[in-house]
């Protein structure tokens, strides 16, 4: 395989061009790094060659490393690692130095950097290493340094060569958060140096007129001083003690690589540069060597893209959606019209009072305008978005339609008659999906005259923002409408998972306890200050009070309603009932209402807590330890994960780690439930739910899968990872 070829021009200049085989992106493997190696060398050593362009022979530049080297990376220990980083910036290193001589930097030969389209991660971190970086004027194009998102930091020297660029203050939200820009917000932040029409000519252009003093970088002339002070300058001092505050109060201590990034950037602002080189190295070493890491990198992108890609799709053919019917235009049902309009299917969409679809287009219409304010969309688009729906009360529109998704009120007559009224007219092979969040989906199925055709499609709210989908195989669901759902999942761009119908199918079903378990806590006197700092000390976004005043009070006393209607007897939350009927009396409902747990302004911008807390449920003299209220938040989400498992309401604990991250934000520096209960081991696990289940009660019992593993020594990736079934 060749992932990079040379061609030398005639004028002496040598286009590198990266073009991995049978991929649509660009991303580095050790072994494309070696091939480049072995180019740049041969380009620096032929007097034929003035000067050397690195560019790509597809659409983008480059993704960045190959996060499946990364992870296998880590096999070889962290000696394997640290030396495979260090290979990384010797080559990098020789482009920068680009054969010049090292005392009076000249003779070099210049390098420049031409990127067609979107450059991440090592992506940019090559060109960065070049002298100089054109990037194409294309706004489709994406530029920065993603890797923390998955638990790590631009470890090939981008970190240590954005700071020197661009000082520390100026790197932070490239490298803390992220962020990525289009070409033209990149150049002006400093992130690259040109925009141009034609990138490989003006680099080419550029090369053959560079002189020596272009190649040196400053930190390599000099009296070079780092933008912005460094550490221990006045103005730097202040930068860095703000920095190292502001990224503890946002990651309060749970995400290593943040605290690893800012280290290796302190520490290598004091030193010379290729010391700085091998500090970063050995801090992304430390931040790889982390489980922490290993797990992000699993769920968030291995496994993520995995299930994108149809992991448990059923052999079926393509069933992508060219028409879908919508009934139902709430909140959900616009929700739901919007993301499919913008993936370029047509949508019916369908209300009882023609106003009702009226509004529920208008909603998409609404979000065009925002995106158009932020320059993320214009008027054609919109245009175009809107024209693909059509409103209308008429069931006979649905005609042609291969998919209804249902989203009217959540009563089982209400589903069952539209799914009758919907049914009359489709197309005999449509598939018809519901939306229910709370239903079970076999019972709504026997409205149907196909139950092999009905499915569930769960949304999260708001849909246009939440990248999970839930698909739910009622008892009859056949495979086709599971490939359907998947399609069309794939189609809006979301992540799926798909389980088994069961009450509250799966990710409600862990994240009621969790709420639940914060309430309960305020009922027992626990400082409602200290449930929430201790769940977000554990990584959670959201506390559990929060969340709540978030999802709406009166939601949580309908769905304590039913359940409890369900259960009888059995009902196990009757304390939490008497918080939450007793804020729902008093017509705190949460933010909607301005009041919840917490107190709002007029704005309906949170406040401190509702005083009346303390007067119904005044705070014990003796508070808890933080760690057995973490324990009760954490575990009472994994153990009913195990349970969803064990029970076989999940197939696949790719899905279960995946769907608690994007579905409700579970700790993503664990990689999900089942990563981090692996990260603890079974026999942990069982002891502290044994100790909790004595205190608190039979919610905490070890489900018997998680004893199994612990007497066998098993973990969950161990036992089941890879797309092993659970079954
Ligand atoms: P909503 O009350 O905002 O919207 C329901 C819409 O259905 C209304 O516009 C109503 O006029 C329309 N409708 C009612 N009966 C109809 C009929 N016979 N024919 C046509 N249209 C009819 O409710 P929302 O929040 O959008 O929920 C809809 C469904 O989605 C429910 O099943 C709910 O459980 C589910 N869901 C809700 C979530 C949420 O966060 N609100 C999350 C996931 C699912």
Redesign the pocket.
């Known amino acids: 395989m060749t992932d990079f070829t040379m061609q030398k021009d005639a004028d002496g200049v040598a286009i590198v061009t990266w073009d991995v085989p049978g991929k649509s992106m660009n991303v580095l493997s050790l072994d494309g790094a070696a091939e480049l190696n072995a180019l740049i060398d041969d380009a620096l050593a032929d007097e034929a060659v003035k000067g050397i362009v690195i560019t790509s022979g597809k659409k983008d530049f480059a993704a960045g490393m190959d996060l499946n080297v990364i992870a296998s990376m880590k096999e070889g220990g962290a000696q394997s690692v640290f030396d495979g980083v260090m290979t990384l910036h010797h080559l990098l290193r020789k482009i920068e130095l680009a054969g010049m001589d090292p005392k009076t930097k000249k003779g070099g030969k210049p390098i420049a950097a031409a990127l067609p389209g979107t450059a991440l991660g090592i992506g940019l971190e090559l060109p960065l290493a070049t002298h100089r970086i054109f990037a194409a004027d294309n706004p489709k194009a994406r530029i920065g340094l993603p890797e923390i998102m998955v638990g790590i930091f631009p470890g090939a020297g981008g970190t240590t060569r954005l700071v020197r660029r661009l000082g520390a203050m100026g790197a932070a939200p490239f490298l803390l958060e992220g962020k990525l820009s289009d070409p033209a917000k990149a150049k002006g932040a400093g992130l690259i140096d040109e925009v141009a029409a034609d990138p490989v000519a003006a680099a080419r252009e550029w090369v053959l007129k560079a002189s020596d003093t272009d190649l040196v970088k400053p930190w390599d002339a000099k009296g070079y001083k780092m933008p912005g002070g460094e550490p221990y300058h006045p103005a730097g001092y202040m930068t860095f003690v703000g920095a190292s505050a502001m990224v503890h109060g946002k990651t309060l201590g749970v995400y290593p690589a943040a605290k690893a990034l800012l280290s290796a950037v302190y520490e290598g602002a004091m030193v010379p540069f290729d010391t700085a080189l091998k500090i970063e190295a050995r801090w992304f070493t430390n931040v790889l060597m982390n489980p922490s890491s290993t797990a992000m990198i699993r769920s968030l992108f291995i496994n993520k893209e995995a299930l994108e890609k149809g992991a448990n799709r059923p052999d079926a053919p393509d069933q992508s959606v060219k028409k879908v019917g919508i009934?139902?235009?709430?909140?959900?049902?616009a929700g739901i019209a919007h993301v499919s309009a913008m993936a370029g299917i047509e949508v019916v969409l369908?209300?009882?009072?023609q106003e009702?679809a009226e509004r529920?287009k208008a909603h998409s219409a609404g979000l065009l305008d925002k995106a158009i304010s932020r320059r993320k969309a214009t008027e054609e688009k919109k245009a175009e978005v809107l024209a693909r729906i059509t409103p209308t009360t008429d069931y006979a529109a649905l005609q042609g339609c291969d998919l209804v998704v249902e989203?009217?009120?959540?009563d089982p007559s209400?589903k069952a008659?539209?799914t009758k009224k919907a049914e009359a007219v489709l197309p005999a092979e449509a598939i018809f999906a519901t939306?229910?969040?709370?239903l079970p989906i076999s019972e709504l199925a026997k409205a149907s005259a196909r139950p092999d055709q009905f499915i569930g499609i769960?949304?999260?709210?708001p849909v246009d923002k939440m990248a999970l989908v839930e698909i739910i195989k009622g008892k009859e669901t056949g495979p086709r409408a599971v490939a359907k759902a998947l399609d069309f999942v794939r189609q809006i761009r979301k992540t799926p998972i798909v389980v088994n119908d069961a009450r509250f199918f799966y990710a409600n079903r862990c994240i009621i306890p969790y709420i639940n378990e914060g309430i309960r806590m305020v009922a027992e006197g626990v400082s409602p200050v200290l449930v929430e700092n201790a769940a977000k000390m554990m990584g959670m976004p959201l506390g559990p009070l929060q969340l709540v005043d978030e999802t709406s009070i009166d939601l949580g006393v309908k769905i304590a309603r039913a359940t409890r209607a369900a259960m009888g007897d059995a009902y196990p939350d009757g304390a939490v009932d008497e918080v939450i009927f007793k804020l729902a009396e008093q017509g705190r409902l949460g933010r909607k209402a301005k009041a919840g747990f917490y107190d709002y302004d007029e704005a309906g911008k949170r406040q401190g807590f509702w005083s009346g807390l303390a007067s119904d449920w005044p705070e014990a003299d003796a508070q808890p330890e933080l760690t057995e209220i973490q324990h009760r938040l954490m575990f009472v989400q994994a153990l009913e994960a195990v349970r969803a498992l064990e029970q076989g309401v999940l197939e696949d604990i790719r899905e279960g780690d995946v769907g608690a991250i994007l579905g409700w934000g579970f700790a993503p520096w664990s990689g999900g439930p089942f990563s981090w209960l692996d990260m603890l081991g079974a026999p942990r696990v069982v002891e502290i739910a044994d100790a909790l289940e004595a205190k608190f009660g039979p919610r905490f019992a070890a489900p018997q899968l998680l004893r199994d593993m612990a007497t066998k020594g098993d973990s969950f990736y161990g036992r089941f990872g890879a797309g092993k079934k659970a079954a």
Do not use: K, Y
Request: hydrophobic share 50%; glycine share 14%; aromatic share 10%.
């Open positions: 009934l139902g235009a709430g909140m959900m049902g369908i209300d009882s009072a009702a529920g989203a009217v009120f959540e209400v008659e539209v939306n229910t969040s709370t769960h949304f999260f709210s």
